[in-house]
């Protein structure tokens, strides 16, 4: 689409193999919550996810795209599903019969070779997976159901569920929201509403008056939901939360993907668990952790016990689905007259500006912005929420910059020290003052920075305010290569140890960069403050064409230069 060619480096292949047949309360989420607690949130890097075996036609297209949907939790570049019989049926569905046909037609091509070697391979029963939830504050931490409810007491986790929220872009098709409604309808029958708040979220209009002509919104409704607009909403913040204050501990579940630190609410307390929308119904009904509904009874209105049955329904609507309103609007036939005019003072939108090339040195004495301890993740880094308001808006977005990221400092998130003035302050007012004179600076970063959401003002923040390293011991392999194409330094400690010999009041020069090339190390020289001094090794995964972002300022810059 830019014109220029798409590259990647040739990933590793972990293979999935899936036997025995999902049933019950089991569902696809459960299968991707399990890979999760075996791979964690990075052991997926630089590897494409296989799945295969008999196994996968139990699980509906719309459940591997679930399953798909969530490898960027364990850092895979892509995950992959061979074409079978449910792609097939959920094309023709959808209005894609003639792709069917032509996969139809490849189909050989498009399953595992013959024999073909797998660099790892994990193999799950699916007739002995039992439902799992995932939490809190990281994908990965994998607990099934039947023992959440116990660990969460021995950790001292909130039981009570505050919300329970399901759809947003995983989870949200029409089987899932089917599945949601049996298990609310089930409760209904017996007099019970939710004793959690529930939100639904349609994954897409066509979703949302899908559900809403085969009544399963009303159904959700009644059980105490509140069906949200067919947006991102609760799962990247966009929530405007009114059930509790800032700072409170709480609970809620969700269907969503992720659930690092204040990502939902903005509240570093909410502690966030993931699972399948049946199961957030289930626990919404319940009120607690403590409920397990494969063994569990809950007590209806006439003061029986009954227990919910697993729910069956179809993956597909049996009439046709129905598309809601059409809100594309066309752009003009003819772009060549039309130009885009920014007032210069709007507050929302701003035109960006090139960065700078690189002036063909070293970097010398980059002061230190901050030292982050542990989890960082681009919610850490650029926060989602009522920021997106700003997401036209580069200068004014940029005052999140870093503002969930813990400073090993003073183990505070947002609170730095300003090497000039020794003042502690917020991060994004210390590198403007560190940008407005001139000072350089650079990130040191724990183990997986950048993980979750592939949010590209994560990288283009510190670029613009003056950032040109970012130094780990290890990165997510999207935001890695987000920061090389703003023209930053995504470095690694050659030995990860090398992360304690630096200190927050260190100054850091890199050299070797007039000798830049892949597989090349580069050279840090540590600079302490009473004079001595450290030498270490810093490498990086760029390539050629990725070198010449670097010297170009940033790969637009790079496009142009190349357009001339």
């Known amino acids: 689409m830019a014109g220029i060619p798409w590259e990647l480096k040739c990933p590793k292949v972990i293979g999935v193999k899936l036997t025995g047949s999902l049933s019950g309360w089991t569902s696809p989420k459960d299968v991707i919550l399990k890979v999760a607690g075996i791979l964690t949130v ?50 023709n569905k959808t209005g894609r019969a003639d792709i069917a046909i032509l996969a139809d037609e490849f189909k050989d091509h498009l399953v595992p070779d013959p024999g073909c070697h797998y660099d790892q391979l994990i193999e799950i029963n699916l007739s002995e ?79 949302r008056a899908t559900i809403e002509r085969d009544g399963y919104a009303q159904i959700l409704r009644d059980v105490g939901g509140i069906v949200l607009a067919n947006a991102c909403g609760p799962c990247i913040g966009q929530w405007d939360r009114k059930d509790i204050k800032k700072g409170e501990k709480n609970t809620i579940v969700t269907s969503y993907n992720r659930n690092f630190t204040g990502r939902n609410d903005a509240n570093p307390e909410t502690h966030a668990f993931v699972t399948s929308p049946e199961i957030v119904t289930a626990l919404a009904i319940a009120g607690t952790l403590k409920f397990n509904p494969e063994t569990d009874f809950l007590t209806g209105k006439d003061g029986k016990k009954f227990k919910l049955e697993a729910p069956d329904v179809d993956e597909l609507p049996r009439a046709e689905f129905d598309p809601g309103q059409d809100t594309y609007q066309h752009p003009p036939k003819d772009s060549s007259g039309q130009r885009v005019d920014v007032s210069p003072t709007s507050q929302r939108l701003q035109l960006l500006e090139p960065f700078d090339k690189w002036d063909g040195k070293d970097l010398e004495d980059l002061q230190i912005l901050i030292k982050v301890k542990g989890k960082c993740t681009t919610d850490h880094i650029s926060a989602a929420g009522p920021w997106l308001k700003f997401r036209g808006h580069l200068d004014n977005i940029s005052n999140n910059l870093l503002i969930g990221a813990i400073n090993i400092e003073n183990g505070k998130a947002n609170s730095v020290r300003n090497a000039v003035t020794q003042e502690f302050g917020p991060v994004p007012d210390t590198a403007r003052y560190y940008k407005k004179n001139g000072i350089r600076w650079v990130v040191i970063g724990d183990e997986n920075y950048g993980e979750g959401s592939s949010r590209e003002h994560a990288a283009l923040e510190p670029r613009h305010l003056g950032g040109r390293a970012i130094i780990t011991k290890s990165f997510a392999r999207i935001h890695e290569t987000n920061l090389k194409k703003q023209g930053l330094l995504p470095l690694t400690f050659a030995d990860p140890a090398d992360y304690n010999k630096i200190h927050p009041v260190d100054k850091l020069t890199i050299q070797g960069l007039k000798d830049f090339a892949p597989g090349k190390p580069l050279k840090c020289i540590i600079k302490h403050p009473n004079g001595t001094q450290e030498t270490i090794l810093l490498n990086h995964t760029f390539n050629e064409t990725q070198i010449e972002w670097f010297r170009a300022g940033s790969a637009l810059n790079r496009m142009k230069e190349l357009q001339q």
């Open 42 to 91: 990075k052991g997926g890097t630089g590897a494409i996810v296989e799945y295969h075996g008999p196994g996968i036609d139990s699980i509906s297209c719309t459940g591997m795209a679930t399953i798909c949907n969530m490898g960027a939790e364990i850092g895979a570049t892509t995950s992959v599903f061979p074409y079978n019989h449910r792609m097939k049926k959920y094309l």
């Open 129 to 207: 997976l039992k439902p799992h939830i995932n939490g809190p504050f990281t994908p990965d931490l994998a607990h099934p159901v039947a023992e959440v409810g116990t660990v969460a007491e021995k950790e001292g986790w909130p039981v009570d569920i505050r919300v329970g929220l399901i759809g947003s872009c995983t989870n949200s098709s029409y089987e899932d929201m089917g599945r949601s409604a049996a298990v609310a309808k089930q409760a209904l029958a017996h007099g019970l509403k939710c004793k959690s708040q529930f939100t639904i979220t349609p994954g897409s209009e066509q979703i």
